[in-house]
């Protein structure tokens, strides 16, 4: 791939996150949601994973916030005020604490969490218990210097001395200030009653107010400021762990914010998530999400540092909030398996800093459990992810004429039917070996190793050969020797490759019957059922004019798949195909019937790993004989060979009295029956 296009995405996107650090850290007025935010450095950060090459000396993932303002005094920070990386659902917090165990190998791991609140960092320098510093984050490198405002803020201890003999020479505190709830409102509605411009939000509030030159509007703002750290202290607190060192400073007179816990575990660390998102509302101040520490100061800092943020701590961020837009139009979609899927097309809305104009609905369950219709106003959300979702349906906001949407009876590709069998959340179209959109995967489903097997015809050729439209279904494949003109075009097949290629067509002609079965691509039908299904019908026409009760009676064919196999044979696109690939020569011996066969019909299974053969060649031997050899172990069994670390299935025929061969009774047992 060209440099060009990855490094102009990380440029544009270094701009971007540029102009909204310097107008967030730096002007107090955002133009964006933190949630849009998150999603640009997201996109910029999963971008220089990927091509790390590429990634640019100016990349904001490397520093934090933006340049102090010239009106302050820029202060260089003793120890750089990172920030925090970020995670948006449970998945994400488990790879967080999956990194942390393996470098805390045996180790016991707590975490502090806590309140991520939705203010300004600061830091404070005390010495000797005085306050003589007041310093914001800047760019991480250097803030600027608000120590006269600071002083103004009324829970903010100026003087340790009068709450503890203990205080050491240096303290650095961290923490953030903002505007509690109740302060905001009274703000906002003194400033509507003066006519005055309102602030958005308690953030742009509080960072607004410790930006004024004059520290007399400082001291009238309602600002609070809650301690989550400590930088420096000397002489050394002597604590041991993060949620110790928090309480140590409320004896200073030091507030932390309003809630806080220590867990055992990642699983009590998400039922916090879940308890502080229902209490958010009755909170005093602005969240927006929770910050996750590992507890033991000493593991901290064997954990260390990456360039912009501790190993140690994460931000467990809310989802964002939904953004309203209005569904225009609803279209199903076929996968390359024929899956139907319904997409919903909306009139483009921002989410997360991307624009989102089409959600997929997944299936008409969904779309009844939602009950979205065509010009329905609905909220889109992404939550972090990267595939947006329908949140919710506003019906009060429906027109008065509207209708449900159905499954479509006809798949919208190739006009075969589309089944959706009782029970089934998916509904597929049944043209399988027709439909346009299933092509690809039909064809290289149908030359793969275990069904017809044509060496050489890859993924790559396929698709050229669709290009040139000498593949419309699995049948051209027996018509290509009549275009070897146009094969020798294809890039890197030459005449030598071509021969190879046709050759291996023709050997393919001669093959088995359940391999034949397989290739077909039936809709439940693997290996183990077509070689039931061989067994049974003992040719391909009894097969094809079986009906369902005759079909669920051969093992392994439940009721769906039934009801798959006699769908795909009722459908007149399929039935051409196969009539033209038997016209192309296509031949296979009658298989044996099984029913003299010394294993017909016993379920066997096949577990860990064999020294002698491999699980496939050992499956054969035991088919061969009759068996059916299932992937999972159930009282029906009637054997289990189990070779190196057989795991699971084997506990489970010990707990079921099953029998078990290892691998040497098992070549034992299919030597007698050569004999």
């Not at 769908?567 to 298989?591: C, K, M, Q, T, Y």
Request: proline content about 4%.
């Amino acid at each position: 791939m060209s440099s060009e296009p990855i490094v102009l995405q990380m440029k544009n996107l270094i701009q971007s996150i540029s102009k909204h650090n310097h107008a967030y850290y730096v002007m107090d007025d955002p133009l964006i949601t933190d949630a849009e935010y998150d999603q640009i450095f997201f996109r910029l950060k999963q971008l220089e994973e990927l091509h790390p090459e590429f990634a640019q000396k100016d990349s904001p993932t490397r520093k934090v916030g933006g340049e102090p303002l010239k009106k302050f005094q820029s202060i260089k920070h003793t120890v750089p005020m990172l920030s925090l990386g970020n995670v948006f659902h449970f998945d994400e917090l488990k790879s967080f604490d999956q990194r942390i165990t393996e470098r805390l190998p045996n180790q016991k791991i707590q975490y502090d969490v806590e309140l991520k609140l939705d203010g300004l960092a600061i830091s404070l320098w005390y010495e000797h218990g005085v306050l003589v510093r007041g310093v914001t984050r800047g760019d991480g490198e250097n803030g600027e210097d608000i120590t006269q405002n600071v002083k103004t803020i009324r829970n903010l201890p100026i003087d340790l001395n009068i709450y503890a003999d203990n205080v050491p020479d240096l303290l650095e505190v961290r923490g953030e200030v903002l505007m509690p709830k109740a302060g905001f409102e009274m703000i906002n509605r003194r400033s509507i009653e003066l006519g005055e411009k309102t602030f958005a939000n308690p953030r742009n509030a509080a960072a607004g107010s410790l930006r004024q030159l004059d520290p007399k509007i400082a001291s009238s703002r309602p600002l609070a400021f809650y301690a989550y750290g400590i930088a420096q202290c000397n002489p050394a607190h002597g604590l041991d762990s993060m949620s110790e060192s928090l309480y140590w400073l409320r004896q200073f007179g030091f507030e932390i914010a309003e809630r806080q816990w220590l867990v055992n575990s990642i699983q009590e660390v998400e039922e916090c998530y879940q308890y502080i998102m229902s209490i958010r509302p009755d909170l005093l101040v602005e969240i927006d999400g929770m910050v996750i520490k590992v507890d033991s100061l000493e593991q901290q800092k064997t954990l260390g540092f990456l360039s912009r943020e501790p190993r140690w701590a994460t931000a467990y961020k809310f989802p964002a909030q939904a953004a309203l837009t209005t569904v225009e139009n609803i279209e199903w979609q076929v996968g390359r398996t024929g899956t139907i899927t319904p997409v919903a097309r909306l009139k483009p809305v921002s989410v997360g800093g991307v624009t989102v104009s089409n959600v997929t609905l997944h299936n008409i369950g969904e779309i009844h459990r939602l009950d979205v219709r065509i010009q329905d106003t609905v909220s889109v959300f992404r939550a972090g992810e990267v595939i947006p979702k329908i949140e919710k349906v506003w019906h009060e906001y429906r027109p008065e004429i509207t209708q449900m949407v159905q499954l479509p009876t006809h798949c919208p590709e190739c006009e075969s039917p589309v089944v959706m069998p009782e029970g089934e959340a998916l509904a597929r179209c049944t043209g399988g070996l027709y439909c346009s959109a299933q092509r690809i995967e039909a064809i290289r489903h149908f030359v793969s190793r275990k069904a017809i097997d044509i060496d050489g015809l890859g993924d790559r050729w396929a698709e050229s050969l669709l290009k040139l439209n000498l593949l419309d279904n699995v049948s051209d494949i027996y018509h290509l020797h009549e275009h070897q003109d146009k094969l020798l075009t294809i890039d890197k097949m030459g005449e030598k490759s071509v021969q190879n290629l046709l050759a291996a067509i023709e050997a393919s002609k001669q093959t088995q019957l359940h391999r034949f079965i397989y290739a077909l691509g039936i809709r439940g039908v693997g290996e183990t059922t077509a070689k039931m299904l061989s067994n049974q019908f003992l040719s391909l026409e009894a097969l094809m004019s079986a009906n369902l009760e005759e079909l669920k009676k051969t093992p392994d064919v439940g009721d769906i798949t039934a009801e798959w196999i006699y769908d795909f044979f009722r459908a007149s696109h399929n039935l051409e195909i196969i009539a033209r690939l038997i016209a192309s020569g296509i031949v296979w011996e009658a298989p044996q019937a099984s029913s003299n066969l010394p294993l017909n019909g016993e379920s066997w299974v096949v577990t860990g790993t064999l020294s002698t053969m491999s699980r496939d060649e050992a499956t054969q031997q035991l088919q061969s004989l009759g068996a059916r050899v299932s992937g999972s172990v159930s009282a029906k069994t009637k054997c289990v060979v189990a070779g190196e670390k057989a795991g699971s299935k084997l506990d489970k025929a010990q707990q079921l009295n099953i029998p078990v061969l290892n691998e040497d009774q098992f070549i034992q047992l299919m030597n007698s029956y050569r004999n």
